[in-house]
């Protein structure tokens, strides 16, 4: 792969990002599929789990999350973010796996600083209070 080439999970992400669909996100998730949030102690297993999550964290960073660089090769990628949450800026990666058909089989989320985490930690279980 070209490093100019973008994959197409990655892509589909990214459109994603920019427009938001829960119908776009389920599809693109692997029935299988492993969530890994810094908040949460344990892997988050199966498509609905993960899907609670990702939605979740679409609507709290969404309006203000912006990827910067990227990472990737025939099956994974890294990809920096920004945003803001309660006016802290928060800095951190998703990295990103997927399967031959182009869907998400891992996505771990990283965060930084601590304070920022707290507050993505907060503003993510109350959207996920939301959610049920």
């Known amino acids: 792969m070209a490093a100019t080439d973008t994959p197409s999970a990655v892509a589909a992400w990214h459109r994603l990002v920019a427009e938001p669909d829960t119908a776009r996100l389920r599809d693109l998730l692997a029935?299988?599929?492993?969530?890994?949030?810094p908040a949460v102690h344990t892997p988050q297993v199966g498509r609905d789990r993960a899907f609670a999550y990702l939605w979740a964290a679409l609507q709290v960073l969404g309006p203000t999350l912006t990827y910067?660089?990227?990472?990737?090769?025939?099956?994974?990628?890294?990809?920096?973010?920004?945003?803001?949450?309660?006016?802290?800026?928060?800095?951190?990666?998703?990295?990103?796996r997927w399967d031959t058909d182009g869907?998400?089989?891992?996505?771990?989320?990283?965060?930084?600083?601590?304070?920022?985490?707290?507050?993505?930690?907060?503003?993510m279980g109350a959207e996920l209070t939301r959610q049920q």
Request: no cysteine.
């Open 31 to 37: 029935p299988e599929v492993v969530f890994r949030s």
């Open 103 to 123: 869907r998400l089989t891992e996505f771990t989320v990283m965060i930084r600083p601590f304070k920022a985490l707290q507050a993505v930690i907060a503003a």
């Open 68 to 96: 910067g660089h990227q990472w990737f090769d025939d099956d994974s990628a890294v990809l920096r973010f920004s945003a803001t949450v309660d006016e802290l800026v928060v800095d951190g990666v998703d990295l990103i």
